[in-house]
Every structure is written in C-alpha cells, then in structure tokens.
C-alpha cells in the first residue's frame, strides 16, 4: 500500500468531517448510542482479523 497511505488519511479525514457534520440525534436515539459505538468497534475489529495481513504483521 506504499504510496496510497496520504490519500486514505485524507479520505478519512473527510469521512470523519462529514460524520461529524451529520445531526445523529434525529437517526440513534441518545439512549441506544453505547450499543451503536459497541456494534461499531466490534466490526472493526472483525473486519482487521480479516485482512491479508495478519495482526501484527508486516508486509
């Protein structure tokens, strides 16, 4: 991924701009917010065991 890894910051930093920008409260109501960041994490943990490389390591 050599050369790539300026444009995905960028992109997440978009990403992360226009999430923010995003009114939540009219979509997760403020009680289910904590099970919403849970199912979140979760899936990102599950979408790094299922990469190429394996956690930990390298290229």
Do not use: C, H, N
């Not at 990403?15 to 849970?38: K, R, Y």
Request: no cysteine; charged share 10%; hydrophobic share 55%.
């Amino acid at each position: 991924m050599k050369g790539y890894r300026t444009l995905l910051f960028s992109l997440a930093v978009a990403i992360v701009g226009v999430l923010q920008s995003f009114d939540w409260a009219t979509v997760i109501p403020p009680e289910q917010a904590g099970i919403a960041l849970t199912v979140v994490g979760i899936a990102g943990a599950v979408l790094r065991f299922l990469t190429s490389t394996p956690v930990g390591g390298k290229e």
